[in-house]
């Protein structure tokens, strides 16, 4: 059970480089979305997926971009990294239908900008 | 504004006590209430869910609490392993489904 596989999990970039973080899930689920992690504050909400096709902007999205290419796939890009982004992010699905369903994370990857 | 606060931030016990972690809330209105689990390098990871109709639910040697009047959850860890030694996020969560998180206590369980 892979449950949500997110590659790399280590990367380093100098400012201004661009990256795209790639996310998938084998649980068929219709939710995804990305989070970034800092220390000392809660996870916060970059870009989410309601469904196939479809994108909508979290808490924090300028300086990202992100693509649904399919049910199982949802990447986030920097297009040109700022040191502000070194964080580690996480990308989570959900099945939709109902408040209640647990978000399933991956491992996380960690950025860090230069 | 929507917060959700974390006590204490850091905690450390001796394996085989139980332990109790505090989470406080001003999110309104109040849809349900969550605890994931983290462990150091990996995503959290869903302990329970409880929604505002619910006081109490377990999972193993996990037990969470919720009072929605007083806007107050806690965790109570039972005979603890050390296993459980990770970071403890409670999550709130209003009626659009935003998810609030909170900054999470350390838990360190020592032999």
């Known amino acids: 059970n892979a449950g949500v596989t997110q590659t790399p999990k280590f990367q380093v970039l100098k400012t201004g480089q661009s990256m795209t973080l790639q996310c998938a899930q084998d649980?068929?689920?219709?939710?995804m979305y990305w989070y970034r992690q800092d220390p000392g504050m809660g996870l916060r909400l970059i870009y989410y997926?309601?469904?196939?096709?479809?994108?909508d902007k979290g808490e924090v999205p300028n300086g990202y971009n992100v693509s649904r290419l399919n049910k199982r796939e949802f990447s986030l890009r920097l297009e040109s990294a700022a040191p502000s982004q070194t964080s580690v992010y996480f990308c989570?699905?959900?099945?939709?239908?109902?408040?209640?369903?647990?978000?399933?994370f991956g491992d996380g990857t960690r950025l860090s900008i230069l | 504004k929507n917060q959700v606060e974390q006590s204490p931030q850091s905690l450390i016990i001796l394996e085989g006590k139980n332990c109790t972690l505090q989470?406080?809330?001003?999110?309104?209105?109040?849809?349900?209430l969550r605890w994931y689990k983290q462990d150091t390098g990996r995503g959290p990871v869903s302990l329970t869910i409880?929604?505002?109709?619910?006081n109490t639910k377990s999972n193993g040697r996990y037990t969470a609490t919720l009072d929605a009047d007083t806007k107050q959850s806690s965790l109570h860890i039972t005979a603890s392993q050390l296993s459980d030694s990770a970071s403890y996020i409670c999550?709130?969560?209003?009626?659009?489904?935003?998810?609030?998180f909170g900054t999470g206590t350390r838990l360190q369980v020592f032999p």
């Open positions: 649980m068929n689920h219709n939710s």
């Open positions: 999550v709130v969560s209003g009626v659009t489904d935003k998810l609030i």
């Open positions: 409880m929604t505002f109709s619910e």
């Open positions: 989570a699905s959900t099945e939709t239908g109902g408040i209640l369903q647990p978000q399933h």
């Open positions: 989470c406080n809330y001003t999110v309104s209105p109040f849809s349900n």
């Open positions: 997926s309601a469904s196939e096709g479809t994108t």
